[in-house]
C-alpha cells in the first residue's frame, strides 16, 4: 500500500502517541500524588482543618449601614427583579468576605423579588 509522505508521518506521530500513552499516564499520577502529599503537609503544618478554605482574619465590623429598599420591586419587570436578586446576592456575598463588613439590611422583601428568591435560591432564608 502506498501511503503519501504527509499519511507516513501522521501514522508515524500516532504510533509515537500510543507508546507515549503509559508515560504521559505515570506523569499525570506522580504529578497528583506529589500535589496529594504537598496538601497534606500543609495540612499537618496548619493543623487548622480544610486547608482549601480561606482563613478567616480578624475582622473589624463596620458602624456604617446599607440598607436596600426592595418596596419598589413591584413596579419593575421581571427582568430587572432577577438582576435586583443577583446584586443583592453578591453585596451579601462580598460583604461576608470583607476586612470591614458593614450591616447590610434588606427591607421590604416581599412580591416578585421573594418569590424570585424563593425559586432560585432557598439559602437566603439563612442569611444573617
Avoid at 500513552?21 to 502529599?37: A, G, I, P, S, V
Avoid at 480561606?54 to 432577577?82: A, G, Q
Avoid at 416581599?110 to 439563612?126: H, P, T
Wanted: hydrophobic share 25%; with cysteine; net charge positive.
Amino acid at each position: 500500500e502506498l501511503l503519501s509522505k504527509r499519511q507516513r508521518k501522521k501514522l508515524l506521530k500516532q504510533k509515537q502517541w500510543e507508546e507515549q500513552k503509559d508515560l504521559r499516564r505515570q506523569k499525570r499520577k506522580e504529578k497528583r500524588q506529589k500535589r496529594k502529599q504537598e496538601r497534606q503537609s500543609k495540612l499537618d503544618s496548619n493543623n487548622e482543618g480544610n486547608d482549601r478554605k480561606r482563613v478567616r482574619r480578624e475582622v473589624v465590623p463596620s458602624t456604617l449601614r446599607l440598607i436596600v429598599d426592595c418596596s419598589f420591586d413591584d413596579l419593575m419587570v421581571l427582568k430587572d427583579v432577577k438582576k435586583l436578586h443577583k446584586q443583592i446576592q453578591r453585596c451579601y456575598a462580598e460583604n461576608r468576605k470583607a476586612f470591614h463588613p458593614v450591616q447590610f439590611y434588606v427591607t421590604s422583601h416581599g412580591g416578585q423579588l421573594k418569590s424570585n428568591m424563593n425559586e432560585s435560591n432557598k439559602g437566603w432564608v439563612n442569611w444573617k
